[in-house]
T-cell receptor, first 112, second 112 residues
Framework: QQQVKQSPQSLIVQKGGIPIINCAYE??????FPWYQQFPGKGPALLIAIRPDVSEKKEGRFTISFNKSAKQFSLHIMDSQPGDSATYFC???????????FGTGTRLKVLA | DVKVTQSSRYLVKRTGEKVFLECVQDMDHENMFWYRQDPGLGLRLIYF???????EKGDIPEGYSVSREKKERFSLILESASTNQTSMYLCASSGRGNSPLHFGNGTRLTVT
């Protein structure tokens, strides 16, 4: 119930492609869904986040789509660039509990 | 910008040694966290602290303890290091409620 399942484990796309990373959860008490981006040798950094009262959020080339009934959310990267090559983690938390549950990560490689 | 600083990037210790991992944050955040990152397992919470001298166990606390004597500093202690504790350790901090996690760049610990 506390898991967040992330797929795929790895992804290779051509420059300009639209990689999509998917996450699914069971616990309906989760109310905050962030995505983190991690470059080699660095800690994860917040990329974009969404709450379940909206179905989509865009920030630049990054979009989160949220399907509350299916308990799924996904990250889309528009016009992907080689500089987007990184590991992406989805996460979920329950407000006030300080505790985040992370997905297992997706290693993205964007080919030039 | 929030800065979370971990004292060591790389650490090599012997089995049975007592190991201290130190973390300092400069944003007066209430919450601090220690995660462990392993390939295919994502980020798993070891311990977190929501106030000075307060701590709570995360998902994998066995073999670890923590100390928070000052608000800005959170230490992870491996009482008797074992080879299965070889991993990347990430410290993070956050403000109140569902505010984002800010991560340090990690300490890669090898126990031989």
């Amino acid at each position: 119930q506390q898991q967040v399942k992330q797929s795929p484990q790895s992804l290779i796309v051509q420059k300009g492609g639209i990689p999509i990373i998917n996450c699914a959860y069971e616990n309906t008490a989760f109310d905050y869904f962030p995505w983190y981006q991690q470059f080699p040798g660095k800690g994860p950094a917040l990329l974009i986040a969404i709450r379940p009262d909206v179905s989509e959020k865009k920030e630049g080339r990054f979009t989160i789509s949220f399907n509350k009934s299916a308990k799924q959310f996904s990250l889309h990267i528009m016009d992907s660039q080689p500089g987007d090559s990184a590991t992406y983690f989805c996460a979920a938390s329950i407000g006030g509990t300080y505790k985040y549950i992370f997905g297992t990560g997706t290693r993205l490689k964007v080919l030039a | 910008d929030v800065k979370v600083t971990q004292s060591s990037r790389y650490l090599v210790k012997r089995t049975g040694e007592k190991v201290f991992l130190e973390c300092v944050q400069d944003m007066d955040h209430e919450n601090m966290f220690w995660y462990r990152q392993d390939p295919g397992l994502g980020l798993r919470l070891i311990y977190f602290s929501y106030d000075v001298k307060m701590k709570e166990k995360g998902d994998i606390p066995e073999g670890y303890s923590v100390s928070r004597e000052k608000k800005e500093r959170f230490s992870l202690i491996l009482e008797s290091a074992s080879t299965n504790q070889t991993s990347m350790y990430l410290c993070a901090s956050s403000g109140r409620g569902n505010s984002p996690l800010h991560f340090g760049n990690g300490t890669r610990l090898t126990v031989t």
